[in-house]
Nanobody
Framework: QVQLVESGGGLVQPGGSLMLSCAAS????????MRWYRQAPGKERELVAH????????NYVDSVKGRFTISRDNDKNTVYLQMISMKPEDTAVYYC???????????????WGQGTKVTVSS
């Protein structure tokens, strides 16, 4: 059973930092690309960061480039999102995501964690 469990969210002041973690189980983590998404109040879920299975390739949405860093530890089956210089617009529920092979006719199936809430406010 695929399971993703996020942690590390909380309240932080503008300019502050947080580190999110996602503990993964139920699949071959070292072979899977991982992603962080976020969903702000009243907005659609947004892809924030992507990391390849080896960690050798990363991608970010423009709004977080230079401030967020996605990383992974394949020995610990954990993916991280380091967030610095945080802004109020970073306020959202952050979700860990992986895509595994889907059933017939479906190229992949998205698995999600429960989410961890991040609030950036003074």
């Amino acid at each position: 059973q695929v399971q993703l469990v996020e942690s590390g969210g909380g309240l932080v002041q503008p300019g502050g930092s947080l580190m999110l973690s996602c503990a993964a189980s139920g699949f071959t983590f070292s072979s899977a690309a991982m992603r962080w998404y976020r969903q702000a109040p009243g907005k659609e879920r947004e892809l924030v960061a992507h990391i390849s299975s080896s960690g050798g390739s990363t991608n970010y949405v423009d709004s977080v480039k230079g401030r967020f860093t996605i990383s992974r530890d394949n020995d610990k089956n954990t993916v991280y999102l380091q967030m610095i210089s945080m802004k109020p617009e970073d306020t959202a529920v952050y979700y860990c995501n992986t895509r595994q092979a889907g059933s017939f006719g479906v190229p992949w199936y998205d698995y999600w964690g429960q989410g961890t809430k991040v609030t950036v406010s003074s």
